[in-house]
């Protein structure tokens, strides 16, 4: 779990599919997996080409025809990245690296239903052999992610482009945008009394007195009791300044504390914390962090079941609207105001494309209701936020699979457009960097014909 304002995760899957290629050769006492490219500090390995093709069909991204070379220069470019980003000082600290990899590995598990399966697709002995291999390809990854993100963040679109970039594309070319729907909620959450909030603050004190008091270790507290699962194997352990998207909250304790300073316990949305600043670099702070969630007990479990339920009915009955009945009961903040409607987190488009809904509990909720209709109450987990809840939806409006329209798919549109303007900039980026960069290209991939000009002929 990690307590920012928003989501910011790059996809595990391309440091999935490298793991054990250099080892997996070497055990079978054949010839370490031959370089065939070299982008300053930063190596390519003959298997990754193939690996990297597997990587982008499991993201959803269209391969199409894509020959050796298209991917061989795909993997030039992310070296080139990311080893920019460590020459513009864009760094990317150990914990972060530790943090996400936790986060996606405990992913992995709730989907595989256990670690030995994951070590068993990986041929890892255990888990730390696992998490060994993944660290340097998942840094690697991210200081690519951070790269780009810093070529195209001043990157803007206005209306008038929007308009000049589908009025280019030819009629006949046009995509379908597949079935759609446009989903509204109502979320209850099972309220959690004073008392269950006291205990979880009486334990975070009692934690914070054994470690000032008794010398007890703040670290293995934060491994054996944090609620925090993506810090829990680093003692809690997290790098901020003032620009890491945490939380207000968080921030604003972690920076009022004094080097070797437990703080008292503090609520976020996240739950209750306790924060022991560590050291203090300039504007940078290394801390840990204890975080504890109180649990709702199953009578307030029971009681959120009834409430929506009742609420289920009141909206069935025409008694009330489910946009009005969202924005008196709702417990979710982010849609309860917004008539209940949701927005895809990908796009931020208040339609899902059915067929390509990530939530695969939300896709069954809604994937036979007609427009209109609520379904009945469903409990989630949501493991990020280690809670439960309660929810029902509606369908306000369905979409007919069609070829995408100006008008009525907009920011569909807008998110074409500026894709292709930052993949432009992004084009005019490597270009330039390749001529001063040290580039090495080997064997046959020096007869590719490449859209860059790599061989620096």
Not at 75 to 99: G, H, R, W, Y
Not at 344 to 366: A, C, G, T
């Amino acid at each position: 779990m990690k307590f920012f304002n928003k989501k910011v995760m790059l996809a595990l899957g391309l440091a999935l599919s490298f793991v054990g290629f250099a080892q997996g050769q070497a055990k079978q006492g054949r010839k370490i997996d031959g370089v065939v490219g070299v982008v300053g500090d930063y190596i390519i390995l003959e298997s990754e080409i193939d690996k990297t093709l597997l990587e982008l069909k499991s993201q959803r991204i269209p391969v199409g025809d894509l020959s050796r070379c298209d991917l061989f220069e795909k993997l030039l470019e992310d070296k080139l990245f990311a080893n920019q980003a460590i020459l513009d000082s864009l760094p990317v600290t150990d914990a972060e690296v530790t943090s996400f990899m936790n986060d996606q590995i405990n992913r992995m598990v709730e989907e595989v239903g256990s670690m030995n399966k994951i070590l068993q697709f990986y041929n890892k002995k255990n888990e730390e052999e696992l998490r060994e291999t993944l660290f340097d390809i998942v840094k690697q990854n991210k200081l690519t992610q951070n790269m780009q993100q810093h070529i195209v963040e001043k990157v803007t679109i206005t209306p008038e482009e929007v308009r000049s970039f589908f009025n280019e594309i030819p009629k006949d070319q046009l995509p379908t945008v597949g079935d759609e729907v446009e989903i509204a909620e109502i979320v209850i959450k099972p309220e959690i009394s004073k008392e269950q909030k006291q205990k979880v603050i009486d334990r975070l004190k009692e934690m914070k007195q054994d470690v000032l008091v008794n010398g007890a270790s703040f670290f293995s507290k934060a491994v054996l009791f944090t609620d925090d699962r993506a810090s829990a194997s680093n003692g809690g352990f997290y790098s901020i300044n003032k620009k890491t998207q945490f939380v207000k909250e968080f921030k604003e304790v972690a920076f009022n504390l004094a080097e070797g300073e437990i703080s008292e316990p503090f609520e976020t949305e996240f739950g209750f914390h306790i924060i022991y600043l560590e050291k203090i670099r300039g504007q940078q702070l290394d801390l840990r962090h204890i975080l504890l969630v109180p649990k709702p007990t199953e009578e307030a479990v029971v009681e959120a079941k009834k409430k929506i339920d009742a609420i289920r009915e009141k909206i069935v009955n025409k008694e009330i609207s489910f946009a009005d009945a969202a924005a008196a009961s709702s417990d979710n903040k982010d849609t309860k105001f917004n008539n209940g409607v949701m927005k895809d987190p990908r796009s931020l488009d208040p339609r899902f494309e059915l067929n390509n809904m990530e939530d695969r509990e939300l896709y069954f909720l809604v994937s036979n209701l007609k427009e209109g209709e609520v379904s009945p109450a469903a409990l989630k987990n949501d493991a990020q936020k280690q809670e439960k809840y309660y929810r029902i939806v509606t369908i306000n409006k369905k979409y007919a699979e069609h070829k995408i329209d100006f008008a009525e798919d907009y920011t569909k549109v807008k998110n074409m457009a500026l894709n292709k303007k930052q993949g432009i900039e992004v084009e005019k980026w490597v270009s330039k960097k390749i001529i001063d960069a040290y580039v090495n290209i080997q064997g046959e991939f020096r007869d590719c014909k490449f859209r860059n000009n790599w061989l620096k002929k």
